[in-house]
T-cell receptor, first 113, second 116 residues
Framework: GDSVTQMEGPVTLSEEAFLTINCTYT??????LFWYVQYPGEGLQLLLK?????DKGSNKGFEATYRKETTSFHLEKGSVQVSDSAVYFC????????????FGKGTLLTVNP | NAGVMQNPRHLVRRRGQEARLRCSPM?????VYWYRQLPEEGLKFMVY????????ESGMPKERFSAEFPKEGPSILRIQQVVRGDSAAYFC??????????????FGPGTRLLVL
C-alpha cells in the first residue's frame, strides 16, 4: 500500500539557516505529492504541491521537486524565520476510488531568533 | 469565503458517552473527508463522503463509529461509547469535484477529543 516516510524531528534551526526536510514515498501509479503545515493548535494548511514528475511546487520561499527516480519530495527553504516554526507533513494522493491523502508522521521545526 | 468549519473545537467526554463532531465544508464543496490524528502521529484517513453518500469508509473502525453527510446541514462524525483510545484530534477536509489526485483538500481546525 501507499506510504510516506519523512525525516524524524524535531529539527531546531537558527533564523536565516537553510532548511531541508526529507520525504520519500511508496505508491502505486503516479501520485500527487503535497506538503502541509500545521501551526500550534490549528488545522493543516496546504504549503505546496506537485502533480507530476519533475514538477516543482513553491510557496512562501519553500520549494520541493517531485523526483520520480528517487521517489522523493524533499522540502527546502533558503532562509527560515521564527514564524516558520510548525509541524510539516508530507503527503501523497494516489487517486483510486477514494482520493484519500496518505501522510507521513510529521516533522516539528523550531526556529530560534 | 469562509473556510472549513468544525465544532466543537474541544470536546471532553467520559468513557461510555457519545461524541458528535460536526464539519461544515467550504462553500461549493461537495466532498468531505475525515481524518484522525493520534498523538505524535500523522493523520490517518477514516471516511470519504459526498452529499447523502458514503463513498469509502475503509479507514473507520467497524464498531462505534459512523459518519453522515446529509443533503442539508453539516457532516457528522459520531462515536458511540467512547473509550480512552478515541482521544485524538479529528480533522475534516473538503474539496470541490475531485477531478484527480492533484485536487487540494482544505482542512478545518479540528476537534480535539479527550476521553476521561
Amino acid at each position: 500500500g501507499d506510504s510516506v516516510t519523512q525525516m524524524e524531528g524535531p529539527v531546531t534551526l537558527s533564523e536565516e539557516a537553510f532548511l531541508t526536510i526529507n520525504c520519500t514515498y511508496t505508491a502505486t501509479g503516479y501520485p500527487s505529492l503535497f506538503w502541509y503545515v500545521q501551526y500550534p493548535g490549528e488545522g493543516l494548511q496546504l504549503l505546496l504541491k506537485a502533480t507530476k514528475a519533475d514538477d516543482k511546487g513553491s510557496n512562501k520561499g519553500f520549494e520541493a521537486t517531485y523526483r520520480k527516480e528517487t521517489t522523493s519530495f524533499h522540502l527546502e527553504k533558503g532562509s527560515v524565520q521564527v514564524s516558520d516554526s510548525a509541524v510539516y507533513f508530507c503527503a501523497l494522493n494516489s487517486g483510486g476510488s477514494n482520493y484519500k491523502l496518505t501522510f507521513g508522521k510529521g516533522t516539528l521545526l523550531t526556529v530560534n531568533p | 469565503n469562509a473556510g472549513v468549519m468544525q465544532n466543537p473545537r474541544h470536546l471532553v467526554r467520559r468513557r461510555g458517552q457519545e461524541a458528535r463532531l460536526r464539519c461544515s465544508p467550504m462553500k461549493g464543496h461537495s466532498h468531505v473527508y475525515w481524518y484522525r490524528q493520534l498523538p505524535e502521529e500523522g493523520l490517518k484517513f477514516m471516511v470519504y463522503l459526498q452529499k447523502e453518500n458514503i463513498i469509502d469508509e475503509s479507514g473507520m473502525p467497524k464498531e462505534r463509529f459512523s459518519a453522515e453527510f446529509p443533503k442539508e446541514g453539516p457532516s457528522i462524525l459520531r462515536i458511540q461509547q467512547v473509550v480512552r483510545g478515541d482521544s485524538a484530534a479529528y480533522f475534516c477536509a473538503s474539496s470541490p469535484e475531485m477531478r484527480g489526485p492533484g485536487e487540494t483538500q482544505y482542512f478545518g481546525p479540528g476537534t480535539r477529543l479527550l476521553v476521561l
